[in-house]
Nanobody, 119 residues
Framework: QVQLVESGGGLVQPGGSLRLSCAASGSSFSMHTMGWYRQAPGKQRELVANISSEGSINYGDSVKGRFTVSRDNAKNTVYLQMDSLKREDTAVYYC?????????????WGQGTQVTVSS
């Protein structure tokens, strides 16, 4: 079994920055795409950013130019640097990992971390 542990959420003022981390742990797995989604109250979960094991990156339109996703393959960890935060970035942020274990592909979600942008 693979576990995802997220950290780095919290309260920040508009214009501020936060950095989220998501570390995968377990045994006998090969990590593929890792990324971040978010869900605000009353809204659908949406893609924030993801990054493949080869480094191919996708961003949601609303965060382009402000957020940066990266990963450390040796640590099976994905990061999300969030700059120039806006009130509308307030949401629960979820890590998602796509991995292969014993020739089976899995999509796994983290427990979520709250990000609140408010003065």
């Amino acid at each position: 079994q693979v576990q995802l542990v997220e950290s780095g959420g919290g309260l920040v003022q508009p214009g501020g920055s936060l950095r989220l981390s998501c570390a995968a742990s377990g045994s006998s797995f090969s990590m593929h795409t890792m990324g971040w989604y978010r869900q605000a109250p009353g809204k659908q979960r949406e893609l924030v950013a993801n990054i493949s094991s080869e480094g191919s990156i996708n961003y949601g339109d609303s965060v382009k130019g402000r957020f940066t996703v990266s990963r450390d393959n040796a640590k099976n960890t994905v990061y999300l640097q969030m700059d120039s935060l806006k009130r509308e970035d307030t949401a629960v942020y979820y890590c998602k990992a796509n991995y292969r274990r014993f020739n089976v592909l899995y999509n796994h979600w983290g427990q979520g971390t709250q990000v609140t942008v408010s003065s």
